[in-house]
């Protein structure tokens, strides 16, 4: 691992850090709601929405990468099918009132931690180009 990447994690490991640090010393609320949710709900519906933005609105169609791009969302979008199709027919016996269950272990297992931890580490590795790919592949797995 070379001494630039050791930094770029660091820096992840600070943030972290930095956050929890907040939330223990209540910067973030008085202590009748949870920090760890205001955290969560900045990052997700603030910050990685506008990161999404800035780096899709920058990506030229043309240039992109396609044979990867196919690469990657062919077998995730069969994984993901086949996994639903097994939950699906898993519990068509059960009427346990759980319909969106397949649908939802279907995504779940293809997306992970796609964000969280994705874009710290595609813009750490590949810079720019590389955050621009990995953002659009977590648009496009939106969708």
């Given amino acids: 691992m070379s001494a630039a ?24 609320g008085d202590g009748s709601g949870d920090p760890a949710r205001v955290l969560s709900n900045a990052a997700f519906y603030i910050f990685v929405p506008a990161l999404l933005f800035r780096t899709t609105s920058r990506v030229d169609l043309a ?8 690469a990657y969302f062919l077998p995730t979008v069969g994984l993901m ?5 097994w939950q699906h027919w898993r519990r068509a016996g059960h009427s346990r009132g759980e ?8 995504i779940a297992l293809a997306f992970g931690n ?30």
Avoid at 63 to 70: E, F, K
Avoid at 81 to 85: F, G, K, M
Avoid at 99 to 106: F, M, T
Wanted: aromatic share 6%; charged share 10%.
């Fill in 63 to 70: 240039g992109l990468p396609w044979r990867i791009l196919l």
């Fill in 114 to 143: 796609t964000v969280p931890m994705g874009i710290p580490m595609a813009a750490a590795m590949f810079g720019e180009e590389g955050l621009g790919l990995h953002l659009m592949l977590v648009s496009l797995h939106a969708l």
């Fill in 5 to 28: 990447v050791l930094a770029k994690l660091m820096a992840i490991v600070a943030t972290v850090a930095l956050g929890w640090v907040a939330g223990r010393m209540r910067w973030l």
């Fill in 99 to 106: 319909p969106a269950a397949p649908g939802v272990r279907a």
């Fill in 81 to 85: 099918l086949a996994t639903h199709a």
